[in-house]
């Protein structure tokens, strides 16, 4: 378990993250959601040790993050961060192997390649090992980057937006894969994340973050309410449950005048035909 | 198969080194002067080395650290601080001032002061402009053209015996250097490389970008303090020995990168020591057997290395 207590930082006068404490737990999908500029990514960055603290502290199991080795920190935390842009001659097989070098330091032994090799086929790279990332799309090179942090085999798993600049099909696959990872190996993940509808799916608990402050944090049915998720947007959202999920519908309802009564007639068809199905 | 052909590279390139170096000690040798050719040959090829590794492996090193291809050291203003340097002594000091005409002290203030300049430039403006390429570049731009404004400033009110002294000074070459420097530039660009030699697989860490690197248990900042120290060292001594070669780190570490199209700094590292190596014993024949050493070499170095720099600004503003 990551306990997080009081972590702080300004940029000049403005306090940007003030005094959060947060706690995450074991074996689950933790998303971060919030309005921009919330905190979200600097919160992940300093839980991470990415960017220093002005204060606070966070313990990993116990223990004090700061005064373990990198190295041995890199062992048990892996951190993603959004917009991964690489000007270098690199291939995929080439950058996923760069996750074992906490373990190998650069000198790949056979258990790193088996890692590598089953890391690759995990997120179906094979066709794509030997293409350099430069020549990916966007959702090609997210996986290549996650099979990195697969590589790395760390416990707690840190994504800032992986879901930036995916279409629909590309989101939902990554999510999966984070769930997959999470059931067969245990992971504890925690994501950073926009749209509110993938986090109420694919998440067990959700942090949400204003004004660089916790708004809240609990399980999704917690978090997913219509008062709390309007009062953290400033807008109007309401909520429908469609097969079992939350989701929030927060466009403009003069579009196509739909009432709220045609969208619950709307979404019941819906459901009905699915059953029916 | 890519690191077969990597490897093979670095053989060739290795081999053409070698071949280059003895090609220009037996080229027209005469016998009449042999045991006068052979050892000031054999000196030249010693500053060679020594500067051709120096300058490529702490161009590669700084342009992993700054993620940008176009950017040395010397471009940065080093060079022009070597000029300013250089006339100061004679400015403030007249031509026969004991700094300027031991070579020993001449070395040693030169390269004190480049490393401090350096350091400056890194330590500070680093942080000033959050490693804001352009801003670097464009701040290390009106750097040496201050230095240099200034050294052409105080070039106008010395006296033109002054001048022609000074101007020896001023022009990278390999003709009269200085034996015992040759050793304590030699020794001081081991000692540095040596501290970098553990380092090839951190550096390709490195080159992923400060987040990740971090994310992969390197201290990134701490790493970057240190490379900044021995880039700084082995330029200084370099420049201090034989003068500045502005485009030289330029012009091989982007013909390494075209050779090689890896990130691995072992190839890198190694190929741009190479090719640098190389170039520089072509472009001392020219001078030494075409022109009977009427030009200096940084004049040959300076014209291909410029045009290469414009080619890659052209090239990188057409994508």
């Not at chain 2, 005469?30 to 040959?41: D, E, G, V």
């Not at chain 2, 004679?90 to 040693?108: E, M, Q, R, T």
């Amino acid at each position: 378990m990551i306990k997080v207590r009081d972590i702080a930082k300004s940029y000049g006068e403005k306090k940007v993250v003030d005094d959060v404490s947060l706690s995450i737990e074991k074996g689950k999908i933790t998303s971060m959601i919030g309005p921009n500029g919330a905190g979200k990514s600097t919160v992940i960055s300093m839980i991470t040790r990415l960017l220093d603290k002005d204060s606070g502290e966070v313990l990993i199991e116990g223990d004090n993050i700061f005064t373990q080795p990198n190295n041995e920190l890199a062992k048990k935390i892996s951190i993603l961060k959004q917009s991964n842009h690489l000007e270098l001659k690199i291939t995929v097989r080439e950058l996923v192997s760069f996750g074992r070098y906490p373990y190998s330091k650069g000198r790949l032994k056979d258990e790193d390649h088996r890692v590598i090799d089953e890391a690759i086929e995990y997120m179906e790279l094979e066709e794509l090992e030997d293409r350099y990332i430069d020549e990916l799309s966007g959702g090609q090179r997210q996986r290549a980057y996650i099979a990195m942090t697969i590589v790395q085999d760390t416990e707690y798993i840190f994504l800032d937006e992986p879901l930036n600049n995916l279409d629909m099909k590309h989101s939902v696959q990554i999510m999966q894969i984070l769930r997959r990872l999470v059931r067969e190996k245990n992971k504890t993940i925690i994501i950073v994340i926009h749209d509110i509808n993938f986090a109420s799916c694919y998440s067990d608990n959700i942090v949400a973050l204003k004004n660089g402050k916790i708004a809240i944090s609990g399980t999704k049915h917690e978090v997913i309410k219509k008062s709390i998720l309007e009062e953290i947007y400033e807008m109007e959202i309401n909520i429908q449950c469609i097969f079992g999920h939350n989701i929030c519908i927060y466009f403009d309802d003069q579009i196509g005048d739909v009432t709220e009564n045609d969208a619950k007639e709307y979404a019941q068809t819906v459901q009905h035909e699915q059953l029916r199905a | 198969m890519l690191k077969m052909t990597n490897k093979k590279l670095i053989l060739i390139l290795a081999l053409g080194a070698v071949a280059s170096i003895v090609l220009y000690m037996l080229y027209d040798l005469n016998p009449a002067i042999f045991f006068y050719q052979i050892p000031s040959r054999a000196k030249r090829v010693a500053a060679i080395v020594i500067v051709g590794v120096a300058i490529a492996v702490s161009t590669v090193i700084f342009q992993t650290i700054v993620k940008n291809r176009i950017l040395t050291p010397s471009i940065m203003g080093l060079d022009s601080v070597y000029v300013f340097i250089q006339t100061s002594m004679i400015f403030f000091g007249g031509a026969s001032s004991a700094i300027l005409l031991n070579s020993k002290a001449n070395y040693f203030v030169s390269m004190v002061l480049l490393v401090i300049f350096t350091l400056f430039v890194f330590k500070f403006l680093f942080k000033f402009t959050k490693n804001n390429v352009f801003l670097l570049l464009l701040i290390g731009i009106i750097l040496g053209t201050l230095f240099g404004n200034l050294a052409t400033f105080m070039q106008m009110m010395i006296s033109p015996e002054d001048f022609l002294i000074l101007q020896n000074n001023l022009f990278g070459s390999f003709s009269a250097v200085d034996e015992s420097l040759l050793w304590i530039t030699g020794i001081i660009v081991l000692v540095s490389i040596l501290f970098v030699l553990k380092d090839f697989n951190s550096l390709d860490v490195m080159s992923l970008g400060r987040d990740h690197a971090m994310n992969l248990g390197v201290n990134y900042d701490r790493k970057v303090s240190q490379l900044l120290v021995i880039i700084a060292v082995l330029v200084s001594a370099a420049t201090a020995l034989v003068g500045p070669m502005m485009f030289l780190g330029l012009l091989v570490v982007n013909i390494a990168h075209e050779v090689f199209s890896t990130y691995r700094h072992v190839y890198l590292i190694i190929g741009s020591a190479m090719i640098s190596i190389i170039t520089l014993v072509f472009g001392q024949m020219i001078i030494q057997f075409m022109f009977d050493g009427g030009v200096e070499l940084s004049i040959i170095i300076n014209l291909v290395g410029g045009l290469y720099f414009i080619y890659l600004m052209l090239r990188r503003s057409k994508i």
